[in-house]
């Protein structure tokens, strides 16, 4: 609906608003600026303009889509919008903050608030014409027609020309008074032209701005409310996304049966969105499509969407600032309560301590006495604390009777401080006799003085009289009250205590910020080498790219399939293609200046949080680069907008270290750990073995019971490592068998588990976004949730399946692979190794390889309580020097400056067992030590082994220990203190050995096999591939399987600790700062669950 208005200036009025972005709830005052008679009073100031049009357009949005409301089917008058319904009526000049809608339109808070208007300046008026009228009344008094007729003589009255001053207040209502005339006038006008036309509506001024006040008029009687006794408008701003309001309206004296209110219009609006309604249930909505108003020179919708994205950004700041400070606050509130409890406890220690002390004291007090004829006698013989004395021996008496020296070893109150008194004994001039005596300074405290003689200080003594092994006891005749000195040193011990916890607790607090310090920067490195990771085919500019800032990206397309093709298109959105915004239009990539590379740039919105993108030949399509169907990802910084948190469940027959059997267990807790460090919500699903180290499991407790196939399944809960733990014991005795894998029925325990894993998802109402699977013990959950569950209701669910080792179960592993929606293996070359087989074969588009990780938590020589010292990249010569002399020590091995070699193994064929035999030899020949620590399912090769043990320990005692079992501390003894770690598998899939190794800075010698390969680069031979990795060489590794393989990486690593010991201390610094965490790996396994998502 179009009509043509005489234009007029902003109106000049006040509305107090409040933005309700914070807390969702606006606070308006309702209109108050027209009378109920159809009296305007003058609410604009300045010139008027005419000739300018205004449109009042019909939203094209279908509002029932964005929030459903009641409509009333009693009432004849009209639907109701497709808006909102109140719950009750709007009131005039009263603000309706409480007022509720029944729908919830998009975008738009479920409260309404009412808007103040235009403030009529009716007082002013009122006091002008005041002051005319009463004017003549001054003449009534003689003082005051004084005043008059000096006024009208020209004179000042208080510094003021009161004629001038009436006359300007006259002038001013008379012009407020045309003012308001005109105005009338205009609006009669245009009520005129829209009634002869059938409008009902129209808006003054005509040229709707941004802060400022405008009139809507309605005319009731085309409305579905012309029966109505009650008009309210109902509405907001820029499509219902901002400051909704609720405005009564007053019916006007203009011709025609129109009513109208006021209101203002905010500076962030570019479109008004309304509807009418009767305050209950009678609704005009312009036949379902609301009544708009477009605002003209203001924002449009993609500034709006800019400065949504701005306030997003102070309120998160602000909400991150008030958490930091509530956050503060409770540790402030943890450290007093700790603090409080902690004396408590050092004043219970204390008091405990003492009762200790008095009860040996006063055993010693009834034992001691002054003297002891013919041995020995204290002059003088009354004396107190601080005194100096004389301590008389008998040498003749006991068995320092031909000593050459006489010492007296001492201390008091039963030798609580320690050795507190040593002195030398001098012959006695003046005694008859063989009487020495020692001049001894009685200490302050002493209630009971304790010594032996000895004959000598106490580090050269040999022989000692300590009195028949009840040592000498004396009585300090002038001592202190004895409540006073226990008194004094129970608040001496709690002092020390307080003290030496103090010390303790900074030490602590030192230690956690600089592990805490460690991991960021060692997060931060991985960080950029993730973005460096593909920069032979993709990176960008800047390499972090920022929220709210432009990003160039450049592609290689001679990496990739576009290799040759004319032409490189970009096709980008954001946060994993779910952006609102859309995909960004598909744009042509030019030339850049390094070489093959093509370029794009592009503006990243403030709430990116990740950049997704494909390359193409063509702008309609054509050949894709996606990489392999998993697209490229870029991390967005500085965003206000986070990822929402994906809900992950692993469903496993294995998790360290409850139910550890390899590295699967290890697999699954820090996998878990770590993708939960990325804000994401993990839970594991894990049989109830009877063989469970609960020991292990924190808040463990009965959680439900459900039934399935016939049997009652329980379900415990607990936390492993800080995961979520969900532990299912069904009630038919399948996992009551003392063991984890084993039994012959393994195939049908854990079958069935799997069954009551789903199930329990079902029943329980869980809706993961990924059930993550593993080996051939949890395959059957892929095609089990494929071909049944999927159509019960658990249908949100992802299927990713983990291969880590086809040794066992191919069978299982290929059909839960051609189920899933992405399976991986363990490393990249691993992936490669295997991709042949028929397992695997089929299924090479959705098959991914990613490395494992270590637990850096676990995995510590810092914080790592096996070791003599703690220590890190900085200090590694001298914290692994401490180790392997503690190492040397503990085996029984010589303790020499010897290059040691540590095998950490289970002693299978996997393993390499003929190599590792060998390499034993070949260590003992180049003269250095070895140690092995691990035992053989197989008792024929734990045999072979333990007659190995018995040759060595017997011809190579000093240098060979083989430790056939398992024993954890010494396995962090082997790690840190070895110079090198041998790992010659056969094959292996990932490998955790060597990346346990770096971190304690020992160096690996590996075969070059699966992750062991990906792992380790050869100091000698693979400086470009570790540079590809963003890497420095870190190892030595070797490639056959025979003897002549081993020697030459064992040879070249001996001889460089022999002939570079700068050189080996540097490599040991450079692989202790390589992360070989779950950082990266928890990354890749995240676009990975994204990629099953898409």
Request: proline share 4%.
């Amino acid at each position: 609906m179009e009509v043509s208005l005489q234009a007029h200036r902003p109106l000049s009025c006040r509305t107090v608003f409040q933005d309700r972005r914070t807390n969702l709830n606006l606070k308006l005052k309702p209109v108050t600026g027209f009378c109920p008679h159809g009296r305007y009073s003058s609410w604009f100031k300045g010139d008027l303009t005419s000739g300018v049009s205004c449109k009042i357009t019909a939203s094209s949005a279908d509002f029932s889509r964005r929030r459903q409301r009641k409509v009333s089917s009693s009432r004849p008058n009209g639907p109701g919008p497709k808006a909102i319904v109140p719950k009750t009526p709007v009131e005039t000049n009263i603000p309706k903050t409480n007022q509720r809608n029944t729908g919830d339109k998009k975008g738009m808070v479920s409260s309404t608030a009412s808007v103040t208007g235009p403030k009529v300046d009716v007082k002013r008026i009122d006091e002008t014409s005041r002051k005319v009228e009463d004017s003549s009344s001054l003449s009534k008094t003689s003082a005051i027609g004084r005043s008059i007729q000096e006024v009208e003589n020209g004179s000042t009255y208080k510094g003021i020309t009161i004629d001038k001053k009436l006359s300007d207040e006259a002038s001013l209502k008379l012009k407020l008074e045309m003012e308001e005339k005109q105005r009338m006038q205009e609006i009669e006008m245009l009520a005129e032209e829209n009634f002869s036309k059938g409008n009902k509506l129209f808006v003054y001024p005509q040229v709707v701005k941004p802060d400022q006040h405008i009139e809507v008029f309605l005319n009731r009687s085309l409305s579905t409310l012309n029966s109505e006794d009650e008009v309210v408008m109902m509405g907001a701003f820029n499509e219902w996304r901002w400051k909704s309001f609720t405005f009564r309206l007053i019916r006007t004296n203009l011709k025609g049966d129109w009513w109208s209110c006021q209101f203002h219009v905010p500076v962030e609006a570019y479109k008004i969105d309304f509807v009418f309604f009767n305050g209950k249930d009678v609704y005009d909505n312009n036949d379902e499509k609301d009544f708009c108003i477009d605002i003209e020179s203001g924002m449009d919708a993609f500034a709006f969407e800019d400065f949504l994205l701005e306030e997003k950004c102070k309120e998160l700041k602000k909400l991150a600032e008030e958490q930091a400070e509530r956050e503060r606050q409770a540790e402030e509130q943890r450290r007093i309560e700790a603090e409080r409890a902690a004396r408590e406890a050092d004043r219970a220690e204390a008091k405990a301590e003492i009762d200790r002390r008095r009860k040996l004291v006063q055993e010693l007090t009834k034992k001691a006495v002054r003297s002891v004829p013919d041995v020995w006698y204290i002059e003088p013989s009354k004396f107190k604390g601080e005194d100096l004395v004389r301590l008389y021996y008998n040498r003749s008496s006991g068995p320092l009777a031909n000593a050459k020296e006489l010492w007296v070893h001492g201390g008091h109150n039963g030798w609580s401080a320690g050795l507190s008194i040593i002195e030398s004994l001098v012959r006695s001039e003046e005694k008859e006799g063989d009487w020495w005596y020692a001049k001894v300074i009685v200490p302050e405290q002493a209630v009971v003085l304790d010594w032996v003689f000895a004959d000598g200080p106490p580090q050269n003594a040999t022989v000692y009289d300590n009195n028949h092994r009840h040592d000498f006891h004396a009585i300090v005749p002038k001592s202190i009250p004895e409540e006073q000195y226990w008194v004094e040193e129970e608040h001496q011990i709690c002092r020390k205590l307080q003290e030496e916890r103090r010390l303790r607790e900074e030490a602590l607090c030192a230690k956690a910020k600089k592990t805490a310090v460690m991991k960021a920067e060692m997060k931060e490195r991985t960080m950029r080498r993730y973005l460096l990771s593909q920069k032979h085919i993709v990176y960008t500019e800047p390499l972090d790219v920022q929220a709210g800032s432009m990003a160039t990206i450049f592609n290689n397309p001679a990496n990739t399939v576009l290799n040759g093709k004319p032409e490189v298109w970009f096709r980008c959105s954001f946060n994993h293609w779910a952006h609102h915004s859309g995909p960004l239009p598909p744009q042509k990539m030019v030339p850049a200046e390094n070489g093959t590379h093509v370029k794009a740039t592009v503006m990243v919105p403030q709430d990116a949080y990740v950049m997704d993108f494909v390359f193409s030949e063509s702008e309609e399509g054509g050949l894709f680069d996606n990489k392999n169907g998993m697209d490229y990802h870029i991390p967005v910084f500085g965003g206000v907008s986070k990822e929402s948190p994906m809900h992950i469940v692993h469903i496993t027959v294995e998790m360290a270290p409850i139910a550890k059997v390899g590295g699967l267990g290890d697999v699954v807790t820090s996998l878990s750990r770590a993708v939960q460090d990325l804000n994401h919500h993990v839970d594991v699903i894990l049989p109830k073995y009877d063989c469970l180290n609960l020991s292990n499991v924190n808040e463990f407790q009965y959680n439900r019971s459900f039934s399935w196939g016939g049997t009652e399944i329980k379900v415990w809960f607990g936390k492993v490592e800080g995961v979520s733990v969900y532990f299912l014991e069904p009630q038919n005795g399948l996992f009551y068998t003392g063991c984890i894998y084993g039994c012959k029925n393994d195939a049908e325990r854990f079958g069935f588990f799997c069954h009551a894993a789903l199930e329990y998802l079902l029943q329980s109402g869980s809706h993961p976004d990924i059930i993550h699977c593993h080996d051939w013990s949890s395959a059957p959950v892929a095609w089990l949730y494929k071909d049944h569950y999927v159509h019960y209701g658990l249908s949100k669910a992802r299927i990713v399946f983990t291969i880590h080792n086809l040794e066992f179960g191919a069978h299982y592993i290929g059909k839960a692979v051609a189920y899933s929606d992405k399976s991986t293996t363990v490393s990249q070359t691993y992936s490669k190794e295997i991709a042949r087989n028929p397992a695997v074969a089929p299924h090479l588009y959705k098959f991914h390889g990613i490395l494992n990780g270590i637990d850096q938590d676990i995995w510590d020589p810092y914080n790592d309580a096996f070791l003599p010292i703690s220590y890190t990249s900085e200090n590694v010569v001298e914290g692994k020097q401490a180790a392997k002399e503690a190492l040397q020590q503990r085996l029984g091995l010589k303790t020499a400056d010897l290059p040691v070699v540590g095998i950490i193994t289970r002693l299978t064929q996997q393993k390499g067992i003929h190599l590792i035999k060998h390499a034993i030899w070949r260590t003992l020949e180049r003269n250095g030590q070895v140690v092995l620590l691990g035992s053989a399912p197989d008792p024929r090769i734990q045999n072979e082994f333990v007659n190995l043990a018995n040759q060595l320990h017997s011809s190579h005692g000093d240098r060979a220990r083989l430790c056939l079992t398992y024993d954890e501390p010494l396995s962090h003894l082997i790690y840190a203190g070895s110079d090198f770690i041998l790992v010659p598998s056969i094959f292996e899939p990932c490998g955790l050995t060597q990346l346990v190794a770096m971190r304690y800075g020992s160096i690996p010698v590996v075969r070059k096999t699966g992750g062991l390969y990906d792992t380790v680069f050869d100091v000698d031979h693979d400086k470009e591939r570790a540079e590809a990795q963003g890497l420095e060489p870190n190892g030595f590794s070797f490639d056959g399987a025979d003897a002549a393989g081993v020697d030459y990486a064992l040879n070249r690593a001996i001889t460089a600790w022999y002939g570079g010991r700068d050189w080996f201390n540097s490599l040991c610094k450079i692989v202790m700062e390589q992360d070989w965490s779950w950082n990266r790996p928890a990354l890749d396994y995240m676009e990975l669950y994204h990629a099953a998502r898409k």
